[in-house]
Structure formats: structure tokens, C-alpha cells
């Protein structure tokens, strides 16, 4: 089969087209015949190996020292049940699906096989393909981030980096939990960040929220420019701030700011859960949910869609179709 394998770090064109072994499905997996897969920041993070300060070397331990530990990219993907093991109850040959390989990774790829029990979800039927694969990356990180913070209707959320593929998932999420929604972005996403349901919208070109005097119940960061430091003031008594993104200095003040303030500081990597996608799938099937696709690239136009994800101003999803 056909996959998009890097066997260095670097800039886009360390990924290759290639002929490699089809996958054969285990007992309890299914083979899935991949139509759309996605490139997002962790695909990027992976490649360039450009991680938030202080990650340095433990983004290096992690992917793999002196080469790529896991050659083939891609953390989502949406396709057709083409197999299954002999043990699979869950799925059968045909079934719509959408998966999140997550850190495991692998979707650049005409096929993948995932355990049954893994994040495998039946697509909801109103989402197309490209819909259905760019589910995941940004849904089950806001399920995670929100859960961890405890998130209440009512309470008042701000999403700072609301027109990227986490800020998207994280204004459409935290409107479904009944919050009080305000996004941060640039100009030309204003229009988009509101049409996702925020109650407000603040350009960052034109206005400093951290120094406005508004408060917030919980501050979700997903650019990094809102640190503990900076935000402080603009977090409410039991505020939360969740860094989606932050560096080591960051993450390790958060005991010390849980242990002398009423406010908390949230961050780390968001773990894959199979209830996590089964969620997202139905409240895309209700209408709550509804991933946000920027552009298409063809499988072939992999180096190309990678330049486009390191300017840093991708709009939602990225999606790559392999098959449609
Ligand atoms: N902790 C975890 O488990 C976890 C999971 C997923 C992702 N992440 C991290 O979360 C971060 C965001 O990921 P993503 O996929 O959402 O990235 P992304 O889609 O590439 O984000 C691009 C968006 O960022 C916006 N942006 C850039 N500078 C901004 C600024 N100063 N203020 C507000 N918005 C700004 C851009 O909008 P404009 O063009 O309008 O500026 C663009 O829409 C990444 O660093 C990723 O590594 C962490």
C-alpha cells in the first residue's frame, strides 16, 4: 500500500510517498481502508520536532532520538471497515467509521488497523469523510481539558486561539456545556469564531483581553500567549486556566499556584478515550458538533499541506483525501 513516511525531522519535505506493507488485522482488530486523513499541529510538532520551551529533549525521547520512532503521520482518519478479526463483535466489513490514533499515529496511509476496543467510532451520518476524520484531534482534547477543569453551565469561558483546529472544537464544546462563550482571534476569523456560536468575540489585533478588566470562570489557551503570569488577573476567584499548550516553566509552577492561590493552572497532554469519540459522534449526529474544515489537499499534496499547517494560520481542519 501507499504511505507518506518520514525517516528524518525537518521541514515539510522530509515526507515521502512510498510503497510499504499492507497491514494485516489481529483478532480483535479491524483493517480500515482509509478515505480522509488530517494534518494537524501534532503532526507538525512531530516532524519539525519544534516543541514549547524546556520540551526540548523530552519531544526527542519521545518521537525517537536520532530518527523517527513511528515513520508514518497522521493522528486521525475517517474510511470503511475493509476487514476484521476473527474476534471483532463491534464492526463489520462496510461499517462508516472514524478513528484517533492520537500519539500512536500512522494515518498517512492507505490502511490502518485499530483494536475494536480502541477510539473507533461508527461516522455520524450527517458528517462527511473529511468532516468525520478532523473529529477527533480538537473534540477529544476539549472533552479532556474541559473535564479536567471541571467546567460548569453558565460559568464564563475564554478561548484564546478560537479559530484553530482546538480553538474551533473548544468554542462549539464549551457552548454545548452551557457556557458563556468569548474567542480571541485575528480580524479575518471574527465572522467564522462567531458563527460557531461565541457569545463574543475579541480581535487580538485590536485588543488585549488580559487587559481589558473582564473576567473569566476558565481561560483555555491553545497559542501559548496566555500564561499564568499574564492571565492571572483576568481569571475569576476558582478560575481555571487549561494550557493546551504551555512550556516547562509553565507546567511546573502549577503546584505552587494551587498551593498559595484559589485559582488553578491545568496543562499536559490530553489522553485518547473511546468514550471520548463515541461523545463527540453523537453530539455531531445531534447538530452540536460540527468540525470546521479550512483546506483540502490531495494525498500526493502532503508536502505541500504541511508548508500550509507551519504558517502558523490554518483556519480549523486541515484534511487529506486519499479516497472519497
Ligand atoms: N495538550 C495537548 O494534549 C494538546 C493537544 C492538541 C494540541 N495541542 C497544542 O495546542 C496548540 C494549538 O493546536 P491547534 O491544532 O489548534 O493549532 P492550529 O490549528 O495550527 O492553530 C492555528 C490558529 O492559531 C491562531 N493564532 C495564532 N496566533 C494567535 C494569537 N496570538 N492569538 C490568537 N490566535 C492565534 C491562528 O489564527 P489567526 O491566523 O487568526 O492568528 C490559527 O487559526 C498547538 O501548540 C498544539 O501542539 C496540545
Redesign the pocket.
Known amino acids: 500500500m501507499k504511505a507518506i513516511v518520514y525517516e528524518k525531522y525537518g521541514p515539510p519535505d522530509v515526507l515521502q510517498l512510498k510503497e510499504v506493507q499492507k497491514p494485516i488485522p489481529k483478532d480483535d482488530e479491524v483493517l480500515i481502508k482509509i478515505h480522509v486523513t488530517t494534518v494537524?499541529?501534532?503532526d507538525?510538532?512531530a516532524r519539525s520536532l519544534h516543541a514549547?520551551a524546556g520540551f526540548g529533549f523530552i519531544s526527542h525521547l519521545f518521537f525517537g532520538i536520532s530518527k523517527p520512532r513511528q515513520p508514518v503521520l497522521g493522528t486521525e482518519l475517517a474510511g470503511v471497515v475493509e476487514a476484521v478479526g476473527k474476534d471483532v463483535r463491534k464492526f463489520k466489513i462496510g461499517d462508516q467509521i472514524f478513528a484517533y490514533s492520537g500519539a500512536s499515529m500512522g494515518c498517512y496511509a492507505e490502511y490502518k488497523c485499530m483494536p475494536e476496543d480502541g477510539p473507533v467510532a461508527i461516522k455520524p451520518a450527517n458528517l462527511s469523510y473529511e468532516e468525520a476524520a478532523a473529529v477527533s484531534?480538537?473534540g477529544a482534547?476539549m472533552l479532556?481539558?474541559f473535564r479536567r477543569g471541571k467546567l460548569q453551565s453558565g460559568e464564563k469561558v475564554l478561548v484564546?486561539?478560537?479559530?484553530?483546529?482546538?480553538?474551533?472544537?473548544a468554542v462549539q464544546l464549551a457552548k454545548h456545556f452551557g457556557a458563556y462563550v468569548t474567542g480571541?482571534?485575528?480580524?479575518?476569523?471574527v465572522e467564522l469564531v462567531r458563527s460557531l456560536g461565541a457569545n463574543h468575540v475579541i480581535d487580538?489585533t485590536k485588543e488585549d483581553f488580559m487587559k481589558n478588566g473582564e473576567t473569566y470562570d476558565v481561560i483555555v489557551d491553545?497559542?501559548?500567549?496566555a500564561p499564568y503570569s499574564r492571565c492571572k488577573d483576568s481569571l475569576k476567584d476558582n478560575g481555571r486556566l487549561l494550557?493546551?499548550?504551555?512550556n516547562l516553566t509553565q507546567l511546573l509552577q502549577i503546584p505552587w499556584v494551587m498551593m498559595t492561590t484559589n485559582k488553578k493552572i491545568i496543562?499536559?497532554?490530553?489522553?485518547e478515550r473511546v468514550e471520548d469519540l463515541h461523545f463527540l459522534a453523537k453530539l455531531a449526529e445531534a447538530g452540536g458538533f460540527k468540525p470546521v474544515i479550512d483546506r483540502r489537499f490531495r494525498f500526493e499534496e502532503i508536502v505541500e499541506a504541511h508548508r500550509y499547517?507551519d504558517?502558523?494560520?490554518?483556519?480549523?481542519?486541515?484534511v487529506i483525501t486519499l479516497e472519497l
Not at 480571541?184 to 476569523?189: D, E, G, L
Not at 494550557?243 to 504551555?246: A, I, K, N, S, W
Open positions: 494537524t499541529s501534532g507538525w510538532r514549547p484531534f480538537g482534547t479532556n481539558f484564546n486561539g478560537a479559530s484553530g483546529g482546538v480553538g474551533t472544537a480571541v482571534c485575528s480580524t479575518a476569523n487580538y491553545t497559542v501559548g500567549t494550557l493546551v499548550v504551555g496543562g499536559g497532554p490530553a489522553s499547517i504558517t502558523g494560520r490554518k483556519r480549523g481542519n486541515v
